[in-house]
């Protein structure tokens, strides 16, 4: 009998180390991990106020002043995500916990947080903060919703090319820095990819196994609910959706989760067909154990699998969908977003390929890093390919 | 020795599998003289299967590597040939056919197309017509009944026993003159592999031809070999004439493997506190009139035109405190059967009383207390196991749902009994299943049945996915705790040797009927039914 | 075989049915819902005007009832089994063939069978044409990828397909005409259009005559769809070239490409005679799924490419809140795509001989 490598990991471990073996995935990682750093301190890394300055002796910090609630709640957020990853508990306890920690969150913030209403960039540029002992900067010192306006901006303009003061990236038509409103909008990409996707999943989720589960009636009914979710144009659903219902970034999302949930419903049904039939969930069937354990003990933790797959690249969906949405001129209209600023590259009679380049590129990047990490997904679950010489030993 | 048609001589054949090398073949030397067959025997991972490749070349070359070793077919080496000259060889001087005759066939091909392919591949001046005239002769060869007609036909129309025919027929289509087959008939049912044995047989008779035969039924080598070779981890340990080695085995490797052979196997004497007298006790499970049928759906409105009827009308006694063997060949209703007692099928119709208590028609909740008198165990190692449970939670939780144990301390204990009472250790507990081999999960299988306490465990096929030796401990251990815990099995399984070895009761079933049933040394020793005949004589015996 | 085809057209029914359904909701369920006052609002016009108009959309369509009555009417006047109605909306006698009426426009004024009529063959013409292509690609990359299993074409490949796969049609559109059809840059393809005006007079194919080489209409189409094409085909064609190889490899290492080698084939034999078709059942498969894209990615090309198909169509209606319009592309796609899928299935049965409907 040939021997094997004992392994002394969970299956969930040894997953994980075989999808992080290759140099695709790392590079998606790290470009996903620079979009979450981006989104959560984007107030940050560009904005127009100073993060620090001392006038006359005073040590202030008005990037804190001025922290909206999104902002606070963010980075709240993130704080709880970091400090429930570091415990050791149940991977349902965790998410429990986190969900309750950032919605207590969302709580205090709405309370106790109250930035000033109105906020003028130029103020920042006049004498009352440029006149101090010193100061430091965000790196990029221009605000997402700061139009320059006392700077004489001109709209469009190509990087490096304005007198004065660099944009790394050119300006928009409005005046605003590109480079400043990109890093602002990782936040709605972000968001979008994982609400949209969280919600499409939960429903996917839910039918499909209810579907795969009970068969019968339930089976006939799901599928023709599938069918005709996978029919519909989903592009001219959200088209139609946000024509009629007008533009909001939540409704967006909701609706891009609700057309989009069809994929992981099949999934799930394929999954939990064929794991009924599998010796062990019988097994737990012949032992009487309960059907909430045998569902969400011994059927879904091993139906997982796949959805990851099907998630990853769902994300990727979802990014690209808002962005055509707003491309077409359907979008969000003032938060900065990526899809938007592609838009702008051709309103006008000149191609302007600052704008098409750099928040293009940053979509293709984002799309691209979550492909990468769907492909290791993939790889590391379904290893069928692995060089075996097809022989039985 | 110049008489030989192969010569194997040191041969070495390294496999590439994970980044690792592994020496699959390891200093094997053995020779075929003509016209006779040479088998070659082991258990899984012994190497057999690919030494057999070795010799046609077949291992994709990514992969394997013969860094050293001879092999000499009519005197050439053809480890030394250039690629159009291996293939020259393959397919019309020597042939190999495989042991899935369900994926060893191209499917959107028809079977005339594949077997004229191999003709026309190296009698390139054979004609359209003259091929497919010799492609039936080769079909008719093989038994093939209506070989004009089967020529059109694809393979996913014809059973499996007739795919290895054909097979067969196209491997010897261009008369070669050594076969290799590589367990050909491990996949078929005991009746189909004794008619194919048979067919192989008279065309070795007929060609004259050589056979490399591999196998791990001792009973077939038998049968079927004049040379034995029995490997064992990539080494040949024994070689020799086949009625020398098979009894008067010299190297001890040899002799464990054929002492595990479920005939040689020595039965504990068995104290049974009941008297052998078992009729006159209620059976613990008594079953009647079941059938379990299984619609089919055809035409626009999908009604139900006809049954698959896996169970048909089946009435049987299982007494207390015995081992009831389950026999038949695939498709008979045999595991069907043993699923619809645990109510893990939904019967028909009929009955099923457990102690005198009716299972049928129950509710899950109400079945719930019942099924702590009966459980089961699988057939296969890889999938009766919950990948991603501690083996701790595979066996504590029924223990919880059922109230057993006061704690969880108490319930660890109670596991760790059961793993002992298995012949493993008790810090296996705190492994996962992946870190098991075939043999040791089904002893866990075995313990997770045990969990409960029941009086009444299914065994369906517990033993068929596994090697011999292993195979043996099982049987072992098996018998061990009924006699501890007064058990009764429904033992389900094709391997008639373990019935003799195992069951005290024998029950034979055939398309969805039981056609015989009684104590084993009368059904074994006396069959009656004309299917049992047939299926005890086609059994491959060692002593011939 | 004749019952499996009439049970999936009977199975359609209710989906289109229900993907109606869906669309009318959203559009009745939207803020200011479909009545006449949202076509009227915004205009620029007397009070009585507005009304008097107000009244004739009213009466015309029917859009002061509610909204199931009006989806009722609309299904009525959509099917070819149904109440024959006149001129003023009057129900008229049951009739099993009473012919299609789907309605007309608001925004265009015209019958919306004649807008769809002009629009349908472009876009049909743009996708038919983008399939064969696309599959071309792909099945010839990957194969050359499956048969160099971990050369560097292989592992090049992979990445640019993936790559490839990511980049947002939009940007692969606006990326290409701002550098490939634009003065500012290399001005070797047309703007806009699928053709341009001179080619209607032009005869079909190229030839020379005294003022030199003439394209031809038939050229001339082919010039304006090189962009288009390139812009709607190369999402699918990383995908398809992925799942070649895939498939290609699986076959190559299955049990009867062993047998195929064991019976003395060349590789080269194995994988035309044996692995090819086998591998190419996957992609059949998969093409079902690909018509509903390709209509989605026809969108947004067609908008860039100023394309006057179906896909610019629909985003105009949309824009424009036109009911009928709306409601009849909606089904008209969702046909398209069924029917898709019809094709598929039975293209596959051809394919392999194992599946057999009934």
Redo the contacts between chains.
């Keep these: 009998m040939t021997e094997h490598a004992v392994s002394r990991e969970s299956f969930a471990a040894r997953i994980w180390r075989k999808t992080l073996d290759g140099a695709g995935v790392k590079v998606g990682l790290a470009w996903v991990a620079l979009l979450v750093f981006a989104a959560v301190f984007a107030p940050f890394l560009a904005n127009s106020m100073p993060l620090l300055m001392s006038k006359n002796g005073v040590i202030s910090a008005p990037v804190l002043q001025y922290l909206s609630m999104e902002d606070t709640w963010v980075l709240a957020t993130f704080f709880i995500a970091l400090a429930v990853y570091r415990l050791r508990l149940g991977t349902a306890k965790r998410i429990l916990l986190f969900l309750l920690g950032s919605a207590l969150a969302a709580v205090l913030v709405n309370l106790f947080v109250k930035p000033p209403v109105l906020v003028i960039y130029d103020d920042f540029r006049s004498a009352a903060y440029t006149e101090a002992d010193w100061r430091i900067m965000p790196p990029i010192p221009y605000a997402p919703t700061d139009y320059l306006r006392d700077l004489g901006s001109k709209g469009l303009e190509a990087p490096l090319v304005t007198e004065g003061h660099t944009h790394l990236m050119g300006t928009e038509e409005n005046g605003a820095d590109v480079l400043s409103r990109m890093i602002h909008a990782c936040r709605i990409s972000l968001s979008i990819g994982l609400i949209a996707s969280g919600i499409a999943l939960l429903i996917g989720v839910v039918v499909g196994g209810l579907m795969g589960y009970f068969s019968g009636v339930v089976d006939m009914l799901g599928m023709r609910l599938v069918e005709i979710f996978e029919d519909i144009p989903t592009l001219f659903l959200l088209l139609t959706f946000v024509a009629f219902f007008g533009r909001s970034l939540y409704m967006m999302m909701v609706i891009i989760g609700v057309t989009g949930w069809s994929g992981y419903a099949r999934y799930v049904r394929t999954e939990f067909l064929k794991l009924r039939k599998q010796d062990y969930v019988q097994a737990a069937v012949a032992s009487g154990l309960p059907l909430s354990s045998i569902l969400f003990r011994h059927m879904l933790p091993n139906g997982v699998a796949p959805l990851l797959v099907a998630v990853s690249f769902g994300v990727a969906g979802a990014i690209l969908s808002e962005a055509t949405l707003s491309f077409l001129g359907l979008g969000v209209v003032d938060a900065p977003s990526w899809g938007q600023m592609l838009d702008q590259a051709v309103k006008s009679s000149t191609f302007n390929w600052w704008m098409a380049v750099f928040p293009g590129g940053a979509i293709f990047m984002t799309v691209f890093a979550y492909n990468l990490i769907g492909e290791a997904f993939r790889d590391a679950i379904d290893p069928k390919l692995s060089s075996k010489a097809g022989v039985n030993t | 020795m110049s008489g030989q048609l192969l010569e194997v001589r040191n041969l070495r054949t390294y496999l590439q599998a994970d980044g690792r090398e592994v020496r699959a073949v390891d200093d094997v030397s053995f020779s075929i003289p003509k016209g006779d067959t040479f088998c070659l025997v082991g258990e899984s991972g012994s190497g057999k299967s690919v030494s057999a490749l070795s010799v046609i070349r077949l291992l994709p070359q990514d992969v394997a590597s013969h860094p050293s070793g001879e092999i000499l077919f009519n005197g050439c080496d053809l480890l030394k040939l250039d690629d159009p000259g291996i293939r020259a060889v393959r397919g019309s001087q020597i042939a190999m056919i495989f042991q899935e005759p369900m994926t060893s066939l191209n499917p959107v091909l028809t079977i005339g197309e594949q077997i004229t392919e191999a003709l026309q591949l190296h009698r390139p001046e054979m004609s359209d017509a003259e091929a497919e005239q010799r492609t039936i002769m080769a079909l008719e060869q093989v038994q093939m009944p209506q070989a004009s007609r089967r020529f059109r036909d694809y393979p996913h129309q014809l059973s499996g026993g007739q795919r290895q025919r054909v097979m067969i027929a196209m491997a010897l289509a261009c008369e070669p003159q050594l076969l290799i087959a590589d367990e050909p008939t491990t996949a078929l049912d005991v009746t189909v592999q004794a008619e194919i044995l048979r067919l192989m047989r008279k065309l070795q008779d007929d060609t004259g031809m050589s056979m490399l035969f591999i196998t791990h039924d001792f009973g077939v080598v038998a049968q079927m070999a004049q040379w034995v070779g029995v490997m064992q981890q990539g080494k040949m340990v024994e070689v020799g004439p086949c009625s020398e080695v098979l009894r008067k085995p010299r190297h001890s490797y040899t002799q464990q493997l054929l002492a595990a052979l479920p005939e040689n196997l020595v039965k504990p004497v068995s104290v049974r506190p009941h008297s052998q007298n078992a009729t006159d006790q209620t059976p613990l499970l008594q079953i009647r009139d079941l059938k379990v049928w299984f619609p089919i759906k055809k035409g626009l409105l999908r009604r139900t035109v006809d049954y698959v009827r896996a169970v048909d009308e089946v009435s049987l006694d299982i007494p207390q405190g015995q081992i009831v063997a389950l026999v038949g060949e695939s498709g008979c209703g045999k595991t069907t059967l043993g699923r619809a007692v645990l109510q893990l099928e939904q019967p028909t119709s009929g009955s099923i009383q457990i102690q005198g208590q009716e299972l049928t028609g129950l509710s899950a909740r109400e079945l719930r207390p019942l099924r702590r008198k009966m459980q089961i165990a699988f057939q296969d190692p890889q999938s009766s196991l919950n990948p991603r449970l501690l083996i701790e939670t595979t066996l504590t939780e029924p223990m919880k749902v059922h109230g057993i144990g006061a704690n969880h301390e108490q319930r660890i204990e109670l596991a760790g009994l059961l793993l002992e009472s298995v012949q493993l250790k008790r810090d296996f507990l705190w492994r996962y299943p992946h870190e098991f081999s075939g043999g040791q999960r089904q002893r866990i299988g075995l313990a997770r049945a045990l969990t409960l306490n029941p009086e009444f465990i299914v065994c369906d096929e517990i033993t068929s996915a596994l090697d011999v030796s292993v195979q043996a401990e099982i049987l072992q251990l098996l018998l061990s705790i009924r006699q501890q815990r007064n058990l009764t099995l429904l033992f389900i399984t094709h391997n008639i040797g373990v019935v003799e070895y195992l069951s005290d009761r024998t029950v034979v079933m055939y398309k969805g009927k039981i056609v015989e049933q009684g104590e084993t040394a009368q059904v074994c020793g006396q069959p009656q039914h004309p299917y049992t005949q047939k299926l005890l004589e086609a059994v491959p015996r060692l002593s011939l | 075989m004749l019952?499996y085809l009439?049970?999936r057209l009977l199975l359609m029914i209710?989906?289109l049915l229900?993907?109606t359904i869906?669309?009318f909701t959203?559009?009745a369920m939207?803020?200011?819902g479909i009545s006449a006052q949202t076509l009227v609002g915004g205009m620029d016009m007397k009070p009585q005007e507005k009304q008097a108009l107000l009244e004739y959309y009213n009466k015309r369509y029917g859009l002061d009832q509610p909204a199931p009555v009006q989806y009722l009417r609309w299904l009525n006047n959509v099917s070819p089994i149904g109440f024959v109605t006149d001129e003023h909306g009057k129900r008229g006698e049951f009739s099993f063939n009473k012919g299609m009426d789907l309605g007309t426009s608001f925004q265009y004024g015209r019958p919306v069978s004649d807008i769809l009529a002009e629009r349908i063959p472009i876009t049909l013409l743009l996708n038919l044409v983008t399939i064969p292509f696309t599959y071309l690609i792909a099945i010839m990359v990957g194969m050359k990828s499956a048969t160099h299993r971990g050369s560097v074409f292989d592992v090049g490949t992979s990445?640019s397909m993936?790559?490839l796969?990511?980049?947002?049609?939009?940007?692969a559109g606006?990326?290409l005409?701002?550098f490939f059809a634009?003065v500012?840059?290399f001005h070797w393809f047309p703007t806009a259009g699928i053709s341009s005006r001179e080619a209607q007079d032009m005869p079909f194919l190229p030839h020379w005559d005294e003022t030199g080489f003439v394209r031809g209409f038939l050229l001339d189409r082919v010039w304006h769809l090189v962009l288009p094409v390139i812009c709607l085909s190369y999402g699918s064609f990383a995908a398809l070239a992925k799942l070649t190889r895939?498939s290609i490899?699986?076959n190559l290492?299955?049990?009867?490409a062993?047998?195929?080698?064991?019976?003395?084939?060349?590789e080269n034999d194995v994988l035309w005679?044996?692995v090819f078709?086998?591998s190419l059942l996957p992609l059949i498969t998969i093409s079902a799924g690909l018509l509903?894209s390709l209509?989605?990615g026809s969108?947004?090309v067609e908008?860039?490419f100023s394309i006057n198909g179906m896909g610019q169509l629909?985003?105009e209606a949309?824009?424009g809140?036109d009911r009928e319009l709306?409601l009849s592309?909606?089904w008209v796609?969702?046909f398209l795509?069924?029917i898709g899928y019809l094709i598929a299935d039975f293209c596959y049965t051809l394919?392999?001989?194992?599946v057999s409907y009934?």
């Design positions: 019952t009439l049970r209710p989906t229900g993907i869906v669309v959203v559009m939207s803020p200011g990445m993936l790559a796969w990511s980049i947002p049609t939009m940007l606006v990326l005409l701002g634009n500012q840059h895939t490899l699986e290492h299955s049990d009867y062993r047998t195929a080698r064991a019976k003395g084939l060349a005679r044996h078709r086998n509903p209509l989605a969108l947004i908008n860039i629909a985003v949309v824009k809140r709306v592309i909606t796609s969702g795509t069924l394919a392999d001989p194992r009934d």
